[in-house]
């Protein structure tokens, strides 16, 4: 599962940066082509559906690149995990993590607070104040509607052991 | 606040030099000057010594030190994906790679504009098309590099511009620091 991740994230890159290089040159071709005319040229047909085509390819490699981050993510959180049963945890924490709407930061240092690691630890692994990992913590704990570290871990375990697994926020 | 020296003074100067000639060129001079031909010179002789203090110059200069492996590059990404705070005492593996395509572009402008003063090359149109199109290349290439400079800035708060300015680096208490 690992390997499949890292190898899809690869090609990712790959991809983002070629569809890049291509939206650039589309880009500035469409930008030479309004050039001497104004963006009155895109009432010809022509330059219209370039811009159009252009367009298309830019959203796709924004699109791209919020999917990236997302693998990422959880290319992060996986790498010690090799139990089929860490795995299926791990599905059901991430689902319940898309679905309570936590920013990339504060799915990270959740993440690190289930592991069972001292504030001060995940301070030191994200780089960042104490202080700002127990407002993070605290903003996750008011989104899961738990009031504490083992709320928390209580709402997944209870996923895990009661019933089907989660769909909300699935997308691999 | 911890401080680190990280750029020599060969490294920077050569870097604002860059700036220097490659805008003189790009914004200022007649192309058809001989002063235009003259300040293309310096930036392919700057570029040559940059290569050459690539290979014998201090660590953080040395290419060996810094041109990153897929690993490298792919974990900046997860610390931007994941907002983990670590920064690199010299430069990052994506910023290392802008710096091999803007060393190789200016190359290739380099050669094209010499290509176009000979004899054999003069007025040959593909020649000509490939020195404007890689000027183009090298201005986006200039976009995105400060862009991702400011960007970096704000995400590991070391302000990377002023390090290259000052040739230190200054790091919060907080951000870590990859190896």
């Excluded at chain 1, 219209?48 to 999917?67: K, M």
């Excluded at chain 1, 995940?122 to 704990?141: C, D, F, H, P």
């Excluded at chain 2, 930036?43 to 110059?57: D, H, T």
Aim: hydrophobic share 55%.
């Amino acid at each position: 599962m690992n390997g499949r991740i890292s190898d899809n994230a690869g090609i990712l890159v790959m991809l983002i940066a070629v569809q890049s290089l291509c939206a650039a040159f589309f880009l500035w071709d469409v930008i030479e082509d309004i050039r001497p005319g104004g963006m009155a040229s895109l009432t010809n047909l022509h330059i219209a559906v370039e811009a159009a085509a252009a367009l298309a390819l830019v959203s796709a490699i924004v699109f791209e690149t919020r999917y990236l981050m997302r693998l990422m993510q959880r290319k992060a959180h996986l790498e010690s995990q090799v139990s089929i049963a860490a795995g299926a945890f791990h599905e059901i924490m991430l689902a319940h993590f898309d679905a309570w709407g936590l920013t990339p930061s504060e799915n990270d240092v959740a993440l690190f607070a289930i592991k069972g690691l001292p504030i001060a630890e995940i301070a030191r692994l994200r780089g960042s104040a104490e202080g700002t990992v127990k407002s993070q913590l605290n903003a996750v704990y008011r989104k899961a509607g738990v009031s504490g570290r083992g709320g928390l871990l209580g709402v997944l375990i209870d996923e895990l052991v009661a019933g089907p697994l989660v769909e909300a926020g699935r997308e691999t | 606040m911890k401080e680190f020296k990280v750029w020599d003074p060969f490294v920077r100067v050569f870097h604002w030099s860059l700036v220097a000639g490659f805008a003189a060129n790009a914004f200022f001079t007649d192309d058809e000057s001989a002063l235009h031909e003259w300040i293309g010179y310096a930036v392919l002789a700057l570029v040559a010594l940059r290569l050459l203090w690539g290979l014998i110059g201090p660590a953080t200069a040395r290419f060996a030190s810094f041109l990153p492996g897929p690993h490298a590059v792919m974990g900046q990404i997860t610390d931007i994906a994941t907002h983990r705070h670590r920064t690199h005492l010299g430069h990052s593996p994506l910023g290392a790679l802008m710096i091999v395509n803007l060393l190789a572009t200016m190359i290739a402008i380099g050669v094209t504009g010499y290509m176009m003063t000979t004899n054999a090359f003069w007025g040959v149109d593909w020649v000509e098309e490939a020195h404007e199109m890689l000027v183009t290349w090298a201005e986006v290439s200039v976009v995105v590099h400060i862009a991702a400079v400011v960007w970096e800035s704000r995400r590991t708060g070391v302000n990377l511009a002023r390090a290259m300015i000052t040739g230190r680096k200054r790091l919060p208490e907080d951000v870590n620091i990859a190896s």
